[in-house]
């Protein structure tokens, strides 16, 4: 395939065909190959040539969906790093403890010794940081950081 022409044999081609769409593959399969091979190098007819034509189509849409599927991923990996980093600095500051003990898997009471009044001044400062509102009995069910990660994304994408 070169300047994007992809031949369908010896002397038909298509024009404008992004590698990625020509290459996207369930699995093994690689759908825009098999369906041509499956034809034994045969010149296309017209009805052939639409119905690829549909095909590369589709699967041009595919793929654009898979690349915001994949940017959207990011984007909330991206943000629950930057709220992990914002809540890290909360409860180094809240409890006087070294950053390095903070990690998604940190458990508030059994690894950093916070107590109920800690857990007050915690989420206080997590509600001020992220401008949300943190009912009780949910601040109650907070054990780990991963928790209130967890919590604090799902607030603040609703609030954007």
């Known amino acids: ?3 994007g022409l992809f031949r369908s044999n010896k002397i038909q081609y298509f024009e404008g065909v992004l590698p990625e769409v020509v290459n996207f593959h369930i699995e093994r399969y690689r759908i825009c190959k098999q369906w041509l091979k499956a034809r034994d190098g045969r010149p296309l007819s017209e009805e052939d040539i639409q119905r690829y034509k549909r095909i590369l189509m589709i699967l041009n849409e595919i793929a654009g969906l898979m690349e915001e599927i994949k940017t959207a991923i990011q984007y ?3 943000n629950k790093r930057e709220i992990f980093e914002k809540v890290r600095a909360i409860v180094v500051e809240q409890l006087c403890i070294e950053p390095g003990l903070v990690t998604l898997v940190t458990n ?4 950093l010794g916070a107590d109920s009044l800690d857990t007050v001044e915690l989420v206080m400062a997590l509600e001020a940081t ?4 943190i009912p009780n009995e949910i601040a109650q069910t907070f054990m780990t950081v991963q ?10 994408a609703v609030a954007v």
């Open 76 to 78: 909330d990996q991206l």
């Open 108 to 111: 508030f009471a059994k690894d």
């Open 130 to 133: 992220f401008n949300i509102e």
């Open 147 to 156: 928790q209130v990660i967890d919590y604090v994304s799902q607030k603040v």
């Open 1 to 3: 395939m070169d300047k």
